[in-house]
């Protein structure tokens, strides 16, 4: 693994914005603490020191993946097969990028791209991701420490999920992904608000469609079929 650790940054992800044209493809960078760890619409990452894994990984080569939209998706999928792995029971993947057990937050992905002409500058995949952190004030979230409850590797679970994101992007098996979304997925028949292209609807969500859209019912009975930059979840 080519890593590069900070006790401290700002962020992951606008470390790797600043730095990117000397860096090489797939390098990890990882920190114990961000200043201002964010989500996506600079929503705050919390996490406490030295409790949980930070990271961003650089892409600058896309090989066998086939569209930049699918990489928040292969990202999730990657950080529920390193749960499942742990034996955490539960996991459920909230498209496009939050994963959740037994309804709360374990782990956010955040997913920043810049492309110009025939040429990709960066692909990040920032992933907060919570392991012995035990309280969450004000947040429904929860931690692998939580829930195996024992203190666990930070270092075991960063090589975990780093081997099955580097797997994932090489060799994507779309089928098997969208096994693992359809049966494992957070929405499936719930009604939620949602901001679709700023407008904000109710919606059902009904399906994972094979091109990794989502399917969803708005308020009026129309069927739609929605790509992840369109739509965020209140
Ligand atoms: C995300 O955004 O969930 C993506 C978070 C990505 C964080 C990583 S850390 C390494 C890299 N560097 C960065 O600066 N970012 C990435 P979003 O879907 O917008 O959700 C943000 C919301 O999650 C917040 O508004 C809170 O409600 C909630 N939240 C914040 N911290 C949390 C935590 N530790 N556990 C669970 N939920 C949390």
């Avoid at 930070?54 to 990202?75: C, E, G, M, R």
């Avoid at 901001?195 to 919606?203: F, G, H, V």
Wanted: aromatic share 10%; glycine share 4%; hydrophobic share 35%.
């Amino acid at each position: 693994m080519n890593e590069i650790k900070f006790i401290k940054i700002d962020s992951t992800n606008e470390y790797i914005k600043r730095q990117y044209k000397l860096l090489d493809n797939y390098t990890f960078v990882s920190a114990k603490s961000q200043s201002n760890g964010h989500g996506r619409f600079n929503r705050k990452w919390q996490s406490k020191p030295n409790k949980n894994l930070l990271f961003s990984l650089l892409i600058k080569d896309i090989k066998n993946v086939k569209s930049i939209t699918d990489y928040p998706l292969i990202a999730g999928i990657s950080v529920y097969q390193a749960l499942v792995s742990l034996n955490i029971k539960d996991v459920k993947i909230k498209w496009p990028n939050d994963i959740y057990v037994s309804g709360k937050k374990i782990a956010g992905i955040l997913v920043e791209s810049s492309v110009s002409e025939n040429n990709i500058n960066y692909i990040i995949i920032g992933i907060g991701l919570n392991i012995n952190e035990r309280k969450f004030r004000g947040l429904n979230a929860t931690s692998i420490r939580n829930e195996l409850d024992k203190k666990v590797s930070i270092k075991k679970i960063k090589e975990i999920l780093y081997n099955k994101l580097l797997y994932n992007i090489e060799n994507p098996n779309y089928n098997e992904f969208l096994n693992i979304f359809r049966n494992n997925n957070y929405l499936i028949n719930k009604t939620c608000y949602a901001t679709i292209r700023n407008a904000k609807t109710k919606i059902k969500v009904l399906d994972i469609l094979d091109d990794f859209k989502l399917k969803v019912e708005n308020e009026f009975g129309e069927i739609e079929s929605i790509i992840s930059d369109e739509i965020t979840f209140s």
